[in-house]
């Protein structure tokens, strides 16, 4: 009996803290999906002057332990590298597919 009212209590402490954490994590994904693609459309200035509100919500879900502070770091790594390639071709096409790797030769 001990062990499940624990595992009761352990559930709704759960609960409570995915409730809490969700709005942020929403948050980061939405900001994100809208840089991407200011990005792929070729509003470059435009992306230029959202990236600080989306590394500053990469930040913030990162110090209250919603995501990984590595992941933030990396995430934050990856955009930034898009808009700079973005900024010296100035072309949509070369960012449009952000996740898609460049397939090596054998």
């Known amino acids: ?9 352990s559930h709704r402490s759960s609960e409570a ?4 954490n969700k709005p942020i994590q ?13 990005l792929s459309t070729g509003k470059v200035d435009e992306a230029k002057t959202y ?18 502070m590595n992941n933030a770091a ?4 990856r955009i930034t590298r898009r808009l700079n390639e973005a900024v ?3 072309h949509p096409a070369s960012v449009a597919k952000a996740g ?4 090596t030769a054998k």
């Not at 990236?51 to 990984?68: E, W």
């Open 1 to 9: 009996m001990g062990s499940q009212a624990s595992a009761a209590r």
């Open 100 to 103: 898609a790797r460049k397939a």
């Open 26 to 38: 929403t948050s980061v994904r939405t900001h994100l999906n809208r840089f991407n693609r200011l």
């Open 51 to 68: 990236l600080p509100k989306v590394i500053n919500l990469l930040d913030t879900a990162a110090q209250k332990g919603i995501i990984h």
């Open 74 to 77: 990396r995430r934050k790594s």
């Open 17 to 20: 803290k995915r409730e809490r």
């Open 88 to 90: 010296k071709s100035n």
